[in-house]
């Protein structure tokens, strides 16, 4: 059984910056792809950024680049999510999941195997 569990979400003012945690237990990640998605009320999950454990590959939606960034620390099984210059379209709950797939990096979260709590953020303006 594997376990995700979520942490860092809070609430921040627009143009601030916040750093959620995936901590990992159970078992390994190093043969995984690790992924965040989000979902605001009333839409669909949606894909942010994720990163492959064996490669350190990366992939990162569009609405993110250039602001979010996606790392991993081997030595915690933690998955982080720095996220810079949030606004208020960034408003979500902010989960962490498993791909057990390595192939390739995934998107679509109905193919992810293993998903945490969820965190929420909140960007004001």
């Known amino acids: 059984q594997v376990q995700l569990v979520e942490s860092g979400g809070g609430l921040v003012q627009a143009g601030g910056s916040l750093r959620l945690s995936c901590a990992a237990s159970g078992r390994t990640f190093s043969s995984y792809v690790m992924g965040w998605f989000r979902q605001a009320p009333g839409k669909e999950r949606e894909f942010v950024a994720a990163?492959?454990?064996?490669?350190?590959?990366?992939n990162y939606a569009d609405s993110v680049k250039g602001r979010f960034t996606i790392s991993r620390d081997n030595a915690k099984n933690t998955v982080y999510l720095q996220m810079n210059s949030l606004n208020s379209e960034d408003t979500a709950v902010y989960y962490c999941?498993?791909?057990?797939?390595?192939?390739?990096?995934?998107?679509?979260?109905?193919?992810?195997?293993?998903w945490g709590q969820g965190t929420q953020v909140t960007v004001s303006s």
């Open positions: 999941a498993a791909d057990q797939f390595t192939g390739l990096i995934r998107t679509t979260s109905h193919v992810y195997d293993y």
């Open positions: 990163i492959s454990w064996r490669s350190g590959r990366t």
